[in-house]
């Protein structure tokens, strides 16, 4: 969505951003699914996923399937009332919603392929309005989004790394161990530069960048304040890097408002 904020400034937004909302909701739900899918076996031998309905046993494959298979459905629906490009371009991040739970057993960066799958609206939101991608823009905030991903999917699989270790689970946070601070301040200014980049390239006013402003504020409280070795302080962390996000899409929002109301 912000995406479209910044392409859009004047169409009206509404029909969009319920659309891409939903799509957005249904779509990391069907990613959510497929991993639990995969993962059931895995999930019970990790004390904070064991409790997971799969892992447990409360729900059944079959259930798990019909219950993917409507979730990809409502995408579709979705995906259907934009234009062709966006079609193509939406039907194409399918693959990595799909392989991105087997990573994490071959490589120690699964969390790169999540940044891949979960940042692809960037690219798919400047299409449904525009028809085509402008790659100038659209790429480096895509590039902004899986440097974020990264940050707080790696404070998140803190949580796990003693299970994920007696598993087999691989993961950046233990590629990154003792390093992850340092590492996750460079992806933290590499998301917020390349943002404010596609922010630069495409034009906006000062509101976009007082919310990235903000958001690098909240990615810098967050690294510099998570204790990586303490669950309570990884979750608090990775709900933080929520925040940041928020700030940049209030801040796009913002900035959207304003050039349609004339004020910058």
Request: hydrophobic residues 50%; charged residues 10%.
């Amino acid at each position: 969505m912000a995406s479209y904020a910044l392409h859009a400034p004047f169409t009206t937004p509404l029909a969009y951003i319920s659309l891409f909302g939903l799509g957005a909701l249904v779509m990391r739900g069907a990613g959510c699914t497929i991993n639990d899918m995969w993962d059931r076996k895995l999930d019970k031998a990790v004390a904070r996923t064991r409790e997971r309905p799969l892992a447990k046993g409360e729900i059944s494959m079959p259930q798990a399937v019909g219950f993917l298979g409507l979730q990809l459905s409502t995408g579709l629906a979705v995906l259907t009332q934009l234009n062709w490009y966006s079609i193509l371009l939406g039907a194409s991040s399918l693959s990595l919603v799909i392989i991105y739970p087997f990573m994490k057993r071959v490589t120690y960066w699964p969390q790169a392929v999540l940044g891949l799958t979960f940042n692809w609206g960037a690219l798919l939101g400047w299409s449904a309005v525009a028809g085509s991608v402008n790659w100038s823009v659209a790429l480096p905030l895509y590039a902004g989004g899986v440097c974020w991903t990264l940050v707080y999917d790696t404070i998140y699989a803190h949580q796990d790394k003693t299970d994920d270790v007696k598993v087999g689970i691989r993961s950046t946070a233990l590629l990154f161990g003792e390093r992850t601070r340092p590492i996750l301040s460079a992806l933290s200014a590499s998301s917020i530069s390349l943002i404010t980049c596609a922010g630069y390239l495409n034009g906006q006013g000062p509101l976009f960048y007082l919310g990235t402003g903000l958001a690098a504020v909240q990615l810098a409280r967050v690294v510099v304040g998570t204790d990586f070795n303490n669950h309570q302080s990884c979750w608090k962390g990775f709900v933080g890097c929520g925040w940041a996000g928020f700030g940049i899409w209030m801040g796009a929002l913002a900035d959207y408002a304003s050039m349609a109301a004339g004020i910058f």
